[in-house]
């Protein structure tokens, strides 16, 4: 959703900040038959756009399996203690 809002796949939109710290996770590519490691940050500093709103739950498991939750903010990294998650770019 960042694009909705002025960034893009691989760009913060404008007012928010880049957090430090990232996961990754891999991805297979049926069509080359290439398996890529993605890394992903998240964008912070202002709440979500309302019009662009994506809340995807699908394979999410309890926060006990953190890895296959959606609920993990990484804006803890981002500069100026900016907590509020705003979208996540790759």
């Not at 960034?7 to 891999?26: I, Q």
Request: proline share 6%; charged share 15%; net charge negative.
């Amino acid at each position: 959703i960042c694009d909705c809002s002025g960034g893009s796949l691989t760009n913060c939109p404008p007012g928010t900040k880049l957090a430090s710290s990232s996961w990754v996770a891999s991805c297979y590519n049926p069509t080359d038959k290439q398996t890529y490691l993605i890394s992903y940050r998240d964008c912070c500093g202002q709440n979500v756009s309302g019009r662009c709103a994506c809340l995807n739950t699908e394979g999410e498991l309890p926060v006990y399996r953190p890895e296959f939750g959606n609920d993990i903010i990484w804006c803890f990294g981002a500069e100026d203690d900016a907590m509020t998650y705003h979208c996540t770019i790759s």
